[in-house]
């Protein structure tokens, strides 16, 4: 399956800044990743599609500006939390497909726990 | 809205028994379909995926699909404590919503030995 990392795997911060996570694609470059959110004993929700080269599309309920998506190369993608909050506290997980077909698999990264305090 | 349900859980077998493990979706017009399983802590790996009707076998994994019933099963044979984990159907609905996964709630499973 694909490789695929993200940094930090944690990171505690104060309310009221700003995270970054990177998502990196590290054995076939992906025009599209996504990224996840999870809450404890809570299943994956779908956040944002994150398009190299052009905007990412969010799903209902996420809000674009607070969480801003970056995927400026073929194998990265950022997801920054700005003006982070307590009930921002999450797994935050990308994934990338190999291809553009729907049957196509999607393989994750090994997920950035944030805890905002 | 488009939703996945998962058998409730948690699920307990013997070690050695075979371990089924339910999923349904609202969405007539998926795709393609995924489990992962997710250790504690642990982002999903993947499985299996299936997408035409019938069984589909990997190693002591098989995946059911029956698209008329809007059902997709996973049976885990010879269940091992190490499959211990929750484990997550995930579906595809395809055309514009490629890549867009709806995940189910998730079962756990405890393999005793």
């Known amino acids: 399956g694909a490789v695929v990392s993200q940094h930090p795997s944690w990171v505690i911060c104060k309310s009221g800044t700003s995270v970054k996570i990177e998502c990196r694609s590290l054995d076939f470059q992906a025009t599209t990743m996504f990224w996840y959110r999870q809450f404890p004993k809570q299943s994956l929700m779908l956040m944002a599609t994150?398009?190299?080269?052009?905007?990412?599309?969010?799903e209902q309920g996420v809000e674009k500006d607070k969480f801003l998506i970056n995927h400026a190369s073929l194998t990265l993608s950022t997801l920054t939390v700005t003006s982070a909050h307590p009930e921002d506290s999450s797994f935050y997980i990308c994934?990338?497909?190999?291809?553009?077909?729907?049957?196509?698999?999607?393989?994750f990264g090994p997920g950035t726990r944030l805890t905002v305090l | 809205q488009k939703e996945v349900e998962q058998n409730s859980g948690p699920l307990s077998v013997p070690e050695g028994a075979i371990a089924s493990l339910n999923c349904t979706y609202s969405?007539?017009?998926?795709?393609?379909f995924f489990w992962y399983r997710q250790y504690s802590g642990k982002s999903p790996e993947l499985i299996m995926f299936i997408y035409s009707n019938g069984d589909k076998e990997d190693g002591r994994f098989t995946a059911q699909l029956n698209k008329a019933s809007q059902y997709v099963s996973l049976l885990i044979r010879d269940s091992q404590p190490s499959d211990s984990a929750t484990y997550l159907c995930?579906?595809?609905?395809?055309?514009?919503?490629?890549?867009?996964?709806?995940f189910g709630q998730g079962t756990i499973l405890t393999v005793h030995p």
């Open positions: 969405d007539r017009g998926s795709q393609s």
């Open positions: 995930a579906v595809n609905a395809g055309g514009t919503s490629y890549g867009k996964l709806t």
């Open positions: 994150s398009n190299e080269g052009s905007k990412a599309t969010y």
């Open positions: 994934s990338v497909s190999p291809g553009t077909e729907t049957y196509n698999e999607q393989f």
